[in-house]
């Protein structure tokens, strides 16, 4: 058997803050931590993702998964109209340009505002699983998120690599998640040919 990924969270925290974008992306890393001995909230903020329906069940895959692990998630508001407000003349960006700067500050800013209110030292993102997103933007948007905050802390951590990527995907089966084909947001969905 495979020795198990070994973490190194900030500070030593045995509880994380961890901003979860879908069931798919956090399944690994989710397992990943607890078998750390690490204890995720799931914080489940994601005005981007579009429509409402689609949402909802995606938040609904997270929270099966998170009760079915016996853990804690945090359902944080959809309000998409005020995320379109702050991607207002960024609609036309390629992926990885920067609406997706400005998309993941916006969340990751609200992950960090939680858990300075609720005492959590520490966040993280599962917005680092994908292949499709840019590391660096991501832990540009973390980094900015905690300097509004200083008692929190942003785990930049690579959660693409051991193994995780694999394990991910015998999850997925396992749980029979529903997969999506675009990261949420109405500008990334692909086009009907």
């Known amino acids: 058997m495979k020795k198990k990924f070994q973490l190194e969270v900030p500070g030593g925290a045995t509880r994380v803050l961890l901003h979860t974008c879908c069931a ?3 399944s690994a890393i989710i397992e990943c931590l607890m078998q750390n001995g690490i204890t995720p909230v799931i914080f489940y903020f994601n005005p981007n993702i579009y429509p409402e329906e689609e949402y909802i ?25 005020a995320w379109r407000c702050r991607m207002k003349g960024m609609e036309q960006e390629p992926e990885r340009g920067g609406r997706c700067l400005r998309c993941f500050k916006m ?39 905690c300097e509004k905050y200083p008692d929190v802390t942003y785990w930049k951590q690579n959660w693409r690599k051991g193994g995780l ?28 040919e």
Not at 57 to 81: F, M, N, P, Q, T
């Open 24 to 26: 798919p992306c956090s």
């Open 57 to 81: 069940i995606r938040k609904e895959e997270c929270s099966r998964y998170a009760r079915s692990l016996g853990l804690e998630i945090v359902d944080g508001d959809y309000d998409h109209e």
């Open 165 to 192: 990527s694999e394990r991910r995907i015998s999850i997925i089966k396992e749980y029979q998640f529903y997969n999506q084909q675009y990261c949420g947001c109405e500008f990334s969905m692909r086009k009907e």
């Open 107 to 145: 969340r990751l800013l609200e992950t960090a505002r939680y858990a300075h209110e609720h005492g959590f030292g520490v966040i993280a993102t599962t917005l680092a699983s994908s292949r499709w997103k840019s590391l660096e933007q991501i832990e540009e948007a973390g980094r900015y998120a």
